[in-house]
């Protein structure tokens, strides 16, 4: 028999079966069709938006009956199985040797993000400091896991939970461990993260009650046009 390298594991139906029959990442993985649709349903229920895959999806991939895959099905799919969406696109990459992010780079995106999510911006962000900002945002990561990095050690448990706090605060998957996603000033990414959460519209409205009288009635004839608008063009 053949070793089952990920090397040998060219295809998407190829790599979908590794997944499946060994339940990735740590073998409680969903192992049957309507399995996974479950898990990807479950997904999306805790980061509304994402995409979900039917059972009859899932099997005709496995089986090779869709030859182009759409991005939705192969996103439900890597995040059912915690591996990154390259895992289904590239040559040689697969499931357990996704190369290991650079430790320096995570720390220094999990800094970025967490000086600007702690309350008091004024407090020297030491590892107390970093572990309860992370724990408010049910991000279960510890000192020792922040000393590890520190020692350019990586460990791939830390890839979930890091992956989930940028999904909750709607900051580009993969943020903290992908270095092809540029980066980017978190003051920036985490305004562009609350105004796709609750609308610029919404933000807008809210700062009218502080306004001058002068200004609130020059913005009046404004707000009337946008309480008439055709929803679909609403922001």
Known sequence: MAEDTAAHRRTIAERLTHLMSTGHPDGTGPRDYHAVEQASQEYAERYPGSPT???QTVHNLRNERVANPGINSLTALANVYRVPISYFLSEGDAAGGTPAPDPEMV?????GILKVLQPDTAAVLDDDARVAVLAARNCPIGSDALDGLRAGRWDERLRLPLDELAARISLPAGYFVDHRIPAA???DLLL???LKAQGARGIALRQVAGLPEDAFQALSPMLDLLSKADPRRRM
Request: proline share 7%; hydrophobic share 35%.
């Open 53 to 55: 895959i039917s059972r």
């Open 107 to 111: 720390l220094q995106r999990l800094d």
């Open 185 to 187: 000033d978190p003051n």
């Open 192 to 194: 562009l993260g609350a």
